[in-house]
T-cell receptor
Framework: AQSVAQPEDQVNVAEGNPLTVKCTYS??????LFWYVQYPNRGLQFLLK??????LVKGSYGFEAEFNKSQTSFHLKKPSALVSDSALYFC????????????FGTGTRLAVRP | KAGVTQTPRYLIKTRGQQVTLSCSPI?????VSWYQQTPGQGLQFLFE???????NKGNFPGRFSGRQFSNSRSEMNVSTLELGDSALYLC?????????????FGDGTRLSIL
């Protein structure tokens, strides 16, 4: 069975500093990996995905993520955080045999202080 | 292009009642998935429909059911409501349900059981 771990419930960072939100996964075969963001009282918004190819994936709003197969990780990064990045971030995995079923991590709350 | 539309946004029911939630996917999208989001359990997959057929099902009791119409619109039904069914129910659509395309989420229906 596939699973995702987000080890940090909350990440605090100062505006302008780089941020990292961690994610590790477990899946049989090659994974499809996704990051989503959720703002209060809203649904999930797609940020970026890794399907195959280059290990560094660039997404929306300046976010990027690095796929590391040996460490089964897919950490989300941004070089310079904004206060408006404060939200709940979810990592998700989908294996090729499960159709559209996404397995989510527990989420990491990012707080960016001015 | 309009996004995923879920109706209603908010719903209050009492124990024992039944409820139907509606989801209109992005135009052209044929796969619709449903998720339940609660503070305790996080995001959990309910089921996925593709071309009017249920393709995947999560670990929820039979009180939770769904269907998809020929225009790809989907409904989910919960019968004999329990207090623990209080949650945000999210619908997501994707183009072809092949797993390598991101799912696009609606803003959800917040269901409260009294």
């Amino acid at each position: 069975a596939q699973s995702v771990a987000q080890p940090e419930d909350q990440v605090n960072v100062a505006e302008g500093n780089p941020l990292t939100v961690k994610c590790t996964y477990s899946v049989s075969g090659n994974p499809y990996l996704f990051w989503y963001v959720q703002y209060p009282n809203r649904g999930l918004q797609f940020l970026l995905k890794y399907i195959t190819g280059d290990n560094l994936v660039k997404g929306s709003y300046g976010f990027e993520a690095e796929f590391n197969k040996s460490q089964t990780s897919f950490h989300l990064k941004k070089p310079s955080a904004l206060v408006s990045d404060s939200a709940l971030y979810f990592c998700a995995v989908r294996d090729k045999s499960s159709g559209d079923k996404l397995t989510f991590g527990t989420g990491t709350r990012l707080a960016v202080r001015p | 292009k309009a996004g995923v539309t879920q109706t209603p946004r908010y719903l209050i029911k009492t124990r024992g009642q039944q409820v139907t939630l509606s989801c209109s996917p992005i135009s052209g999208h044929r796969s619709v998935s449903w998720y339940q989001q609660t503070p305790g359990q996080g995001l959990q997959f309910l089921f996925e429909y593709f071309s009017e057929t249920q393709r995947n099902k999560g670990n929820f009791p039979g009180r939770f059911s769904g269907r998809q119409f020929s225009n790809s619109r989907s409904e989910m039904n919960v019968s004999t409501l329990e207090l623990g069914d209080s949650a945000l129910y999210l619908c997501a659509s994707s183009l072809a349900g092949e797993g390598n395309q991101p799912q696009h989420f609606g803003d959800g229906t917040r269901l409260s059981i009294l």
